[in-house]
């Protein structure tokens, strides 16, 4: 068992605030929280590269691990890539420091009916030992999360062969062939129902859905394609009582839409008002979020202050505190721990709080 374990059951907590019941605070984790801000992070990838880390199960416990150690957040991410997918359905991929290569974009049909719905136990091992190890070093208080891409974000990476202002090419496609982008949304989508349903099985508390490109589309296209796919792709899942968080960015036209995915919970980034949307869904949904990745970067104070200001936005109703994108590279430790502790210390609405959790 990790040294940074205590008595509270963050997993339990973790789920409640995911299904908007009642909470004694409010969880709180770090999109990317395993990345370059951690020194300990930076000396492990001097010696190994970024790809060779998500597919070495001992490196990517290790990676896992660090933030829960040094920050003491609520539940831990497995280390892996979004793009990890995209090579078990047959596309080279290469991981840089300077973005994601795709070495053969996905262009014409016969690429999309080529791609391969795969066995995600056989291709992606190391992806489920991953979990599975990450699991039993944490035991059974701590909940391990797990991800993939959404059709659309994982699409624009497909199709650009790399990271793309504003991805013309994918929004070319769907203005050329929609007939096409239909079909590469919907396999996407049933290759990652198959990948996060694997992820469940060995161990994943939950699940997040990164569809951080889903702002490029406008509200009538989001609805046309994206979540159709993403609908598509919860359905498949069958993800039970694991809950699924649902995340995209520069999305506040779609928040209504994305709503409608079949997800547990929201995840929005900071120019969305949490105490507008939660007026809006109530306990509908929960909400993930949603402070500014650069309020980290100040001092440790004005850290708290975000905080404690995004948790009093919602009074803790269904909310897991979080940024509203991954942590920044030059972000101090310091900043983040306190980010951290104040969340985990901010009062929630007595209306929502329990008499002692579970």
Not at 7 to 12: L, M, V, W
Not at 323 to 348: D, M, S
Request: net charge neutral; with cysteine.
């Amino acid at each position: 068992m990790t040294s940074h374990a205590n008595s509270e059951d963050s997993k339990a907590l973790f789920l409640r605030a995911c299904r908007c019941e009642p909470v004694e605070r409010v969880p709180v984790w770090i999109m990317r929280q395993a990345g370059r801000y951690l020194p300990e992070y930076r000396a492990i990838r001097q010696k190994h590269s970024f790809l060779e880390v998500c597919r070495t199960p001992d490196l990517a416990v290790e990676v896992s691990l660090q933030p829960y150690r040094a920050l003491g957040v609520d539940a831990v991410i497995m280390f892996s890539d979004i793009l990890i997918p995209a090579g078990a359905m047959g596309l080279p991929i290469e991981l840089t420091d300077a973005g994601p290569v795709i070495g053969a974009p996905v262009r014409n049909r016969a690429q999309v009916e080529s791609l391969a719905e795969f066995d995600p136990e056989s291709e992606t091992p190391y992806v489920m030992e991953t979990i599975r190890r990450l699991c039993r070093e944490l035991g059974p208080r701590v909940p391990v999360l797990g991800f993939a891409a959404a059709p659309w974000t994982l699409a624009c990476y497909m199709i650009a062969g790399r990271s793309e202002e504003g991805f013309p090419s994918a929004k070319t496609l769907l203005y050329n062939d929609p007939s096409m982008l239909r079909d590469l949304l919907g396999k996407i989508a049933r290759a990652t129902a198959a990948y996060l349903r694997a992820q469940i099985a060995a161990g994943a508390a939950a699940v997040q859905l990164f569809d951080t490109w889903a702002g490029e589309l406008t509200a009538a296209q989001y609805r046309e394609f994206e979540l159709l796919a993403t609908q598509l792709l919860i359905e498949e899942l069958h993800a039970g009582q694991s809950p699924v968080i649902l995340y995209s960015k520069a999305s506040n036209h779609l928040h209504s839409a994305a709503a409608e995915s079949g997800a547990s919970v929201l995840s929005v980034d900071w120019r969305a008002d949490l105490a507008a949307l939660r007026a809006q869904f109530g306990s509908r949904i929960a909400l993930q979020g949603n402070t500014d990745p650069c309020a980290l970067l100040g001092s440790t104070e004005t850290a708290r202050i975000a905080a404690r200001e995004a948790v009093e936005r919602t009074g803790g109703v269904g909310h897991i505190l979080n940024l509203g994108h991954g942590i920044l590279p030059q972000t101090p430790v310091e900043n983040a721990r306190a980010f951290v502790e104040a969340g985990k210390a901010a009062p929630v609405s007595a209306a929502v709080r329990t008499s002692g959790g579970r």
